[in-house]
């Protein structure tokens, strides 16, 4: 976890108090300091910080738009920092935090409020992970957010459980963990960090968990391009479009036809525009976010080769005929990126990626009926899950389907810093976050089998 190196306490300036989260108090509950006042003590990163996090908790918003919302807008550049470390280390360090806050409340399985206890979290957050910021700011502070929620009764127990959380020492890593045990210590939940020590080893998951609780940081897998023409994307995605790019086939007597059936952010898009002859056709079911990627395109000079659509890829229009090359980018859970959409492990169930599965099996069946003689489908995720990646290959593609080496095409894309050996088996790419210098990614490329 980076430390915060920005403002500790509360910063003087003219915020004006914002009345989102703050409770009417009843009046037969005495004269204690009123929401507003205790509000008013709050400094505007964390006022900024509390209410996202309880908007991404409650399922409102996701952390990334909201930190570019208008509610960071009024910030400082210095408070918009520490709101963002906040909100993203709060996230990623959520499942660990409960547990020692969980150690010291007296009754360890009640239930709290929501408000109450995303103050303990915020409060416990600021003294386990942040060196720069003062004890007793992140106590006060967390104090009069719950105060300033509407729960006044609560503030001396949040007040106790601070000092304890403060004054206690950090837990020892012990020498053997269990998996149970390690995934908590790492914030994540038990049952998906037992599946990848199933799938990838004890060592491999100790690592991706580690991973997760880091920034993100780009330039780990490829050199740093000063390159003006290249579009900004995370260097897990760059991999994939570079894999997609160096799989099209050569077409004679006419132009290359690239269908990326899933497009929308539009990053694996560029790239495929930059790094191929092809015309682009990039769909996606979301009109909002084609509106936004059609937007992006039109940034870059290459960006004219690609015509957006809304389309669900199980029924793009006949009259579009067929492709040399499809990129079935599918959404999946995600699970591979943990570290930039770190409430993803608090949200997924289970369960829920069987019905992944369904969807990603008709989305690449669709596809893989549209393709040219001698065409080739890119399958790619962002998800660690075998459900959601070889277990729908296996699902849709039957005999007359074979894998063309990812490993080949992977000795074409230039400017890799990292050996990538050990994320390719059966000639399917699965990068691992903490183990390959990028999120986790799974890339199979596939043809039929009779040419
Ligand atoms: C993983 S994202 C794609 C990211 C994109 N390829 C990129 O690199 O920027 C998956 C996208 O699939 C879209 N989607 C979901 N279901 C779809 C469907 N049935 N047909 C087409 N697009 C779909 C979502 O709206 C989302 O934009």
Same mark, same amino acid.
């Given at each position: 976890?980076?430390?915060? #190196?920005? $403002?500790?306490?509360?910063?003087? &300036? @003219?915020?004006?108090?914002?009345?989102?989260?703050?409770?009417?108090?009843?009046?037969?509950?005495?004269?204690?300091?009123?929401?507003?006042?205790?509000?008013?003590?709050?400094?505007?990163?964390?006022?900024? $910080?509390?209410?996202?996090?309880?908007?991404?908790?409650?399922?409102?918003?996701?952390?990334?738009?909201?930190?570019?919302?208008?509610?960071?807008? #009024?910030?400082?550049?210095?408070?918009?920092?520490?709101?963002?470390?906040?909100?993203?280390?709060?996230?990623?360090?959520?499942?660990?935090?409960?547990? /020692?806050?969980?150690?010291?409340?007296?009754?360890?399985?009640?239930?709290?409020?929501?408000?109450?206890?995303?103050?303990?979290?915020?409060?416990?957050?600021?003294?386990?992970? *942040?060196?720069?910021?003062?004890?007793?700011?992140?106590?006060?502070?967390?104090?009069?957010?719950?105060?300033?929620?509407?729960?006044?009764?609560?503030?001396?127990?949040?007040?106790?459980?601070?000092?304890?959380? $403060? @004054?206690?020492?950090?837990?020892?890593?012990?020498?053997?963990?269990?998996?149970?045990?390690?995934?908590?210590?790492?914030?994540?939940?038990?049952?998906? +960090?037992? /599946?990848?020590?199933?799938?990838?080893?004890?060592?491999?998951?100790?690592?991706?968990?580690?991973?997760?609780?880091?920034?993100?940081?780009?330039? &780990?897998?490829?050199?740093?391009?000063?390159?003006?023409? !290249?579009?900004?994307?995370?260097?897990?995605?760059?991999?994939?479009?570079?894999?997609?790019?160096?799989? @099209?086939?050569?077409? %004679?007597?006419?132009?290359?036809?690239?269908?990326?059936?899933?497009?929308?952010?539009?990053?694996?898009?560029? !790239?495929?525009?930059?790094?191929?002859?092809?015309?682009?056709?990039?769909?996606?079911?979301?009109?909002?976010?084609? $509106?936004?990627?059609?937007?992006?395109?039109? =940034?870059?000079?290459?960006?004219?080769?690609?015509? &957006?659509?809304?389309?669900?890829?199980?029924?793009?229009?006949?009259?579009?005929?067929?492709?040399?090359?499809?990129?079935?980018?599918?959404?999946?859970?995600?699970?591979?990126?943990?570290?930039?959409?770190?409430?993803?492990?608090?949200?997924?169930?289970?369960? #829920?990626?069987?019905?992944?599965?369904?969807?990603?099996? %008709?989305?690449?069946?669709?596809? *893989?009926?549209?393709?040219?003689?001698?065409?080739?489908?890119?399958?790619?995720?962002?998800?660690?899950?075998?459900?959601?990646?070889?277990?729908?290959?296996?699902?849709?593609?039957?005999?007359?389907?074979?894998?063309? &080496?990812?490993?080949?095409?992977?000795?074409?894309?230039?400017?890799?810093?990292?050996?990538?050996?050990?994320?390719?088996?059966?000639?399917?790419?699965?990068?691992?976050?903490?183990?390959?210098?990028?999120?986790?990614?799974?890339?199979? +490329?596939?043809? =039929?089998?009779?040419?």
């Amino acid at each position: 976890m980076k430390r915060f #190196e920005g $403002a500790g306490g509360k910063k003087p &300036g @003219a915020v004006p108090v914002k009345r989102s989260f703050v409770k009417a108090r009843p009046a037969s509950a005495g004269p204690t300091r009123s929401a507003e006042e205790a509000q008013a003590k709050v400094s505007p990163a964390r006022r900024v $910080a509390f209410e996202i996090l309880l908007l991404v908790g409650a399922g409102k918003g996701h952390n990334d738009e909201l930190l570019h919302g208008v509610r960071t807008e #009024e910030l400082s550049p210095e408070d918009r920092k520490l709101a963002t470390a906040l909100v993203m280390g709060v996230l990623r360090w959520e499942i660990a935090l409960d547990a /020692r806050v969980r150690n010291f409340l007296e009754r360890p399985e009640q239930k709290l409020p929501e408000p109450v206890a995303l103050a303990l979290r915020m409060g416990a957050f600021q003294l386990q992970h *942040m060196n720069r910021i003062p004890a007793h700011a992140a106590l006060s502070e967390s104090v009069e957010l719950c105060r300033a929620a509407g729960h006044p009764h609560a503030t001396g127990m949040v007040n106790a459980i601070l000092r304890k959380v $403060a @004054a206690a020492q950090k837990p020892k890593e012990r020498i053997f963990e269990s998996t149970a045990a390690f995934a908590e210590r790492l914030g994540h939940p038990r049952w998906l +960090v037992e /599946r990848w020590v199933e799938h990838y080893g004890r060592d491999a998951a100790i690592k991706i968990c580690e991973a997760d609780q880091e920034e993100p940081a780009s330039g &780990g897998l490829f050199a740093i391009s000063d390159d003006e023409k !290249m579009p900004q994307m995370d260097d897990g995605s760059r991999l994939v479009a570079e894999i997609a790019a160096a799989a @099209a086939p050569v077409v %004679e007597d006419r132009a290359l036809r690239v269908w990326d059936c899933c497009a929308a952010p539009g990053g694996k898009t560029l !790239m495929l525009a930059l790094r191929t002859e092809g015309d682009v056709l990039a769909s996606d079911v979301s009109a909002k976010r084609t $509106a936004h990627m059609e937007a992006r395109l039109r =940034r870059f000079p290459y960006g004219a080769k690609v015509r &957006g659509v809304v389309s669900d890829a199980a029924k793009l229009a006949e009259e579009e005929g067929e492709f040399d090359l499809i990129l079935c980018d599918v959404p999946c859970s995600g699970t591979g990126t943990l570290a930039r959409n770190p409430e993803i492990r608090q949200r997924l169930k289970p369960e #829920e990626l069987a019905r992944q599965a369904l969807r990603q099996r %008709e989305i690449l069946a669709a596809a *893989m009926k549209r393709l040219a003689p001698g065409g080739r489908v890119v399958y790619s995720t962002c998800s660690l899950e075998p459900e959601e990646n070889e277990r729908v290959v296996e699902a849709v593609a039957g005999a007359e389907w074979r894998r063309v &080496g990812v490993d080949r095409l992977i000795g074409r894309v230039e400017g890799l810093r990292q050996d990538l050996g050990s994320a390719v088996r059966d000639g399917q790419l699965r990068t691992l976050p903490g183990v390959h210098a990028c999120d986790g990614f799974y890339a199979v +490329v596939l043809e =039929r089998a009779s040419g």
